[in-house]
């Protein structure tokens, strides 16, 4: 009997074995480009550093230089813009998903998919490039368009306008279609029993009752999940303000994120920059803990 049971836990052994040396590859390239990178970030954030010479431990300065750095703020306020008109642009993904879903032919339903799906596959650098040729005040889109309409008394320099950058970043984002939200979205709603679709048409409910009272709550595990995303994009994310305005026209959008990177690759101050990713990623870990608290799946 005691050999069987030995037997057995010899057996479970070596499967966990075997799993475990599948795993540590993985597990070792995560540690090596991933942690590694993160905790020599935190490190380096009390250190000053240009890269060249050796490191000089600052204590707090850099943090309290940041916190005292005029710029840092307005780079704030402009992430803030740009936090609140990505969680208003939510809005259309949902809508489209749910009109998506309440198409009954199973062949259109699968084309429109399709057809929102198309561009995906143009690489995301790519489609900055295509805006800011469309933005260009001497040949771009816009501009000839007005031009062609009779309308060149409103041409603009877009990008280059303080009033008008921002609104081009978030312009960009026409027709605020989020292809992986809305597919994520779209499959929340299929999962869901058809018995439930059934009995509520039966109790004649109206489309808009439909979508307040049962679509958006049904899939409010999958908003949880876009919001996240949202969140911590709109914290962390420079790229397009890089491409199109590297922050300008003077500060007007220049994001926390950028503003780290101008720190670390053009003035060399890789420690003051190290603190600035600091401060972002505990900004952005707490803004998660706590959607992930107040918005809990019924599941």
């Known amino acids: 009997m005691m050999t069987g049971v030995k037997q057995k836990k010899r057996k479970k052994f070596r499967v966990l074995l075997v799993a475990y040396i599948f795993v540590l590859p993985a597990l070792i390239f995560n540690l090596v480009f991933d942690w590694f990178p993160m905790l020599q970030g935190i490190v380096m954030s009390f250190f000053r550093w240009d890269g060249f010479r050796d490191a000089e431990f600052v204590g707090m300065k850099n943090f309290v230089g940041i916190l005292q750095d005029e710029v840092f703020w307005v780079s704030v ?3 803030l813009f740009f936090f609140v008109m990505g969680l208003i642009l939510m809005i259309p993904t949902m809508l489209i998903s749910v009109v998506l879903f309440r198409i009954k ?12 799906c198309i561009p995906m596959v143009v690489p995301f650098m790519v489609a900055l490039l295509m805006w800011q ?3 260009n005040p001497q040949y771009g889109f816009f501009n000839q368009l007005l031009e062609s309409l009779g309308l060149g008394q409103f041409t603009q320099t877009w990008l280059g306008d303080p009033n008008l950058a921002r609104w081009c970043i978030v312009f960009m984002g026409f027709p605020f279609i989020n292809t992986n939200a809305a597919l994520i979205y779209l499959g929340g709603l299929q999962s869901i029993d058809d018995s439930i679709w059934e009995a509520a048409q039966l109790d004649g409910i109206t489309p808009v009752k439909k979508l307040f009272y049962m679509e958006l709550p049904l899939i409010k595990g999958q908003f949880k999940l876009n919001l996240i995303g949202t969140l911590v994009g709109g914290i962390t994310g420079y790229t397009t303000q890089l491409i199109l305005t590297k922050g300008g026209p003077g500060f007007e959008t220049l994001v926390p994120g950028l503003y780290m990177y101008n720190k670390a690759f053009g003035a060399k101050e890789y420690g003051y920059a190290s603190a600035v990713g600091l401060i972002l990623f505990i900004i952005s870990g707490i803004i998660s803990l706590v959607t992930l608290k107040f918005l809990r799946s019924d599941d």
């Open 77 to 79: 306020e402009n992430m």
């Open 105 to 116: 032919n199973k062949r259109s339903q699968y084309v429109y998919r399709i057809l929102f």
């Open 133 to 135: 040729f469309m933005y």
